[in-house]
């Protein structure tokens, strides 16, 4: 239980730090899903949904790979299975982040439906 509380408190802790830029991205992909319900498209693409998954799964690794580095630390140091689910889930966070901005705007580049 102390590693949920942990978990949460740090996720407050950063939302906390970075705010504006949290604002922002909310606003960007608000904006995106926007434009592509005014646009005439369809809400459900497809193609788009497995190209977002497809980014989603780069961005997953690749945070995997930098998280560390960004908090002056080394994948070294991630040695317990606490240190690697947080380390997963917190890449997994900004890869969803990266899905919902990809998504909206590769189905805006789809064909119209």
């Known amino acids: 239980m102390h590693n949920l509380n942990l978990a949460f408190y740090m996720m407050v802790g950063w939302l906390e730090l970075h705010w504006v830029p ?3 991205v909310l606003g960007l992909v608000v904006a995106l899903f926007a434009m592509l319900m005014l646009s005439g498209k369809r809400l459900w693409c497809g193609k788009a949904f497995r190209a977002g998954l497809g980014i989603a799964v780069a961005a997953w690794a690749a945070f995997i790979l930098i998280l560390p580095s960004m908090t002056r630390s080394s ?3 991630v040695t317990y299975s606490t240190d690697w689910i ?4 917190m890449s997994a ?3 969803a982040v990266a899905f919902v901005l990809a998504y909206p705007t590769l189905a805006l580049m789809g064909k119209k439906a």
């Open 22 to 24: 949290a604002v922002i």
């Open 75 to 77: 994948l070294g140091q």
């Open 86 to 89: 947080m380390l997963a889930l």
């Open 93 to 95: 966070g900004f890869a």
